[in-house]
């Protein structure tokens, strides 16, 4: 039996679920039952009710999918797939923030760990954080936290002042504005579609921001036929196999999350055989973290 069999053997067995970040490696990706960005994700872990889901991305959102599904066991299968932007905001900082600013209204990207959530007020997504925000009465103070990048594209485009955490992903901020103007001298018939964590001058030089999931819907529904692509480059597997009629062209260098490419095979197959290693989060910690969560799929359900 070759590996592929075996995981679907061991899958069936334990009635799991595999779930995928557009930025897994491409094998990865096709052996999961779902592959989305972390809104869509988030949303499967809530309709889940397999008793086993197996979590392909990085932690954080292992530790989301538990907190949305906690009656399933999570595994996520390579423990030191971590976000460092998640690391960036520390939730006892953001609890001494929230001391000096008790007015302040503190949105989280969703790319936080779980104790950090446990101290915002509200989650949001790169899919639907402009839209979200934009719900918030003008007066009221906001912090964004962890991605300034991010914040900083929202604030521009509401125009309204947000308060922005130092953080940033350290693979799309790698991405510079002449590395934009490189690819679109090199192909001009193309249209540029940046993530909106890279920089503000980046997502000023290029056609559209867009989440991972934004960007798929995106070049499905466009009549062009010429893409340039400014974010991870394992989203474009998933463009290519949906869309093989068009052309797609990553960014010079390549942009790489080490932390996303590094679960397995062997890493989903040791995780389905042994039930480990599981995400595992205290319950009143859980339900707080839940909170911030609750109220985005409120808002914007
Ligand atoms: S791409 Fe950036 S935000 Fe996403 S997991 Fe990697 S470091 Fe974190």
Redesign the pocket.
């Known amino acids: 039996m070759n590996i592929l069999e075996e995981i679907a053997e061991l899958k069936a067995k334990r009635n799991a679920l595999i779930l995928a970040h557009n930025?897994t490696k491409p094998e990865i990706q096709d052996i999961a039952d779902f592959v989305g960005d972390s809104l869509e994700l988030s949303r499967k872990a809530v309709e889940c009710t397999a008793p086993v889901i197996v979590f392909c991305g990085?932690r954080f959102m292992a530790e989301t999918a538990k907190i949305l599904s906690p009656e399933s066991i999570v595994l996520h299968p390579n423990p030191l797939s971590g976000?460092?932007?998640?690391d960036m905001a520390d939730p006892d900082a953001v609890a001494a923030y929230r001391k000096e600013h008790p007015e302040a209204l503190i949105v989280a990207y969703v790319?936080t760990t779980a104790a950090t959530k446990t101290e915002v007020d509200l989650c949001c997504t790169s899919g639907n954080a402009e839209k979200l925000i934009s719900t918030i009465p003008a007066e009221q103070e906001i912090l964004f936290l962890p991605d300034a990048n991010l914040g900083s594209n929202i604030a521009s485009k509401l125009n309204r002042k947000i308060d922005l955490w130092p953080g940033c992903?350290?693979?799309?901020n790698k991405i510079m504005p002449e590395h934009i103007q490189a690819a679109k001298e090199k192909h001009p018939g193309a249209l540029v579609l940046v993530h909106p964590?890279c920089r503000p001058a980046v997502v000023k030089l290029a056609d559209q921001a867009l989440s991972t999931g934004g960007m798929l819907k995106f070049v499905q529904e466009s009549d062009c036929r010429e893409f340039i692509i400014g974010t991870?480059c394992g989203i474009l597997h998933r463009m290519k196999k949906e869309n093989p009629e068009k052309e797609f062209y990553p960014l010079e260098p390549e942009v790489l999350?080490p932390?996303?490419k590094r679960i397995t095979l062997e890493d989903v197959l040791f995780a389905l055989r042994d039930l480990e290693p599981r995400i595992e989060l205290d319950e009143a910690e859980r339900k707080k973290a839940k909170a911030p969560i609750d109220r985005m799929l409120e808002i914007l359900p």
């Open positions: 930025y990085v976000c460092p932007m998640a790319n992903c350290p693979t799309h964590e991870e999350c932390n996303m």
